[in-house]
């Protein structure tokens, strides 16, 4: 039958509160990132990639003061391109959007935002520490379990036969607590890491790849020079129109303005015409029948 008290052995106690203390401080780190990457999530659920453009400096500021992403976010942002869209006349119309030349999960990813906040090393190592303090512990054990065997007398050796049996049984009880708080923690590591650290992070790089797009170096300069095109059209066909624009602004004053001055022009000078035609023709006549009179 198992003797619950060989649990109470000082150095067993001491693996076991290794074990907690450090499966405490494991459980903080975890739900310390795993809070921090809800958070962030929710952010960025908040904006839309329409307007991301215009909602940026709302973004910025909320990520530079966030401790926990500020350096990584700042890196980040140095490969950003703003994009603003042209629409043309029979072309699609494209929204203006942030594209990075290099791809976010670069600087948000399982080393800078897990590993780094983690001492992921330290969490590595700690089931290897446990198992090492079992064999430390127990081969410790035995030799001071040794060290009192006396075989001077008989019952002397009976009695160091007995304390060295209980001592085995004490030392191979301290292995098997080493190594089995070391592969229980390694099971609680990897269940939290999983569920607590790589969901959020994934939920997290989902929504920023949706926010900005990826652009390389070779698909830059093709958008580049797609723009510039773009831009040659708009302003080959702006020379183009603009004589036709020029000529029908023309004839629309002309039509409105000057045809209607000109037309009374014209019948004011035909309407002067008719008076002086009508004043010549009457002193006419009156010098006519003047005369007629003084011959008389």
Request: charged content about 20%; some cysteine.
């Amino acid at each position: 039958m198992f003797d619950l008290s060989i649990l109470l052995n000082p150095i067993i106690l001491a693996i076991i509160v290794c074990f907690i203390g450090v499966v405490l401080y494991f459980v903080m780190k975890v739900n310390y990132i795993n809070t921090s990457l809800n958070g962030l999530t929710d952010v960025l659920r908040s904006f839309r990639k329409g307007n991301i453009v215009y909602r940026f400096k709302e973004l910025d500021d909320m990520f530079l003061k966030n401790p926990f992403i500020s350096n990584y976010w700042v890196e980040f942002k140095n490969t950003l391109v703003f994009n603003e869209g042209i629409s043309l006349k029979g072309s699609p119309v494209e929204n203006s959007s942030i594209q990075c030349t290099v791809d976010s999960s670069y600087f948000f990813n399982e080393e800078t935002l897990i590993n780094s906040k983690l001492n992921y090393k330290f969490i590595s190592a700690v089931p290897t520490i446990l198992t090492g303090l079992g064999p430390l512990f127990t081969f410790m054990h035995i030799a001071i379990a040794f060290s009192k065997v006396n075989f001077a007398t008989q019952e002397a050796t009976i009695a160091s036969v007995s304390s060295l049996l209980a001592s085995m049984k004490v030392a191979a009880m301290i292995s098997v607590v080493a190594v089995g708080t070391s592969i229980l923690f390694m099971v609680i590591e990897r269940i939290l890491y999983k569920n607590m650290c790589k969901t959020p992070l994934s939920a997290f790089q989902l929504e920023m790849n949706k926010l900005f797009d990826t652009i390389t170096s070779e698909k830059f300069l093709v958008e580049l020079l797609r723009e510039s095109k773009l831009q040659n059209s708009v302003i080959n066909q702006t020379f183009t129109t603009m004589p036709l624009q020029l000529k029908a602004a023309f004839d629309k004053s002309f039509k409105e303005t000057l045809v209607p001055y000109l037309d009374n022009l014209i019948f004011s000078v035909n309407k002067l015409q008719d008076n002086i035609k009508s004043s010549a023709s009457k002193g006419l006549l009156d010098d006519l029948f003047g005369n007629n009179d003084d011959d008389e």
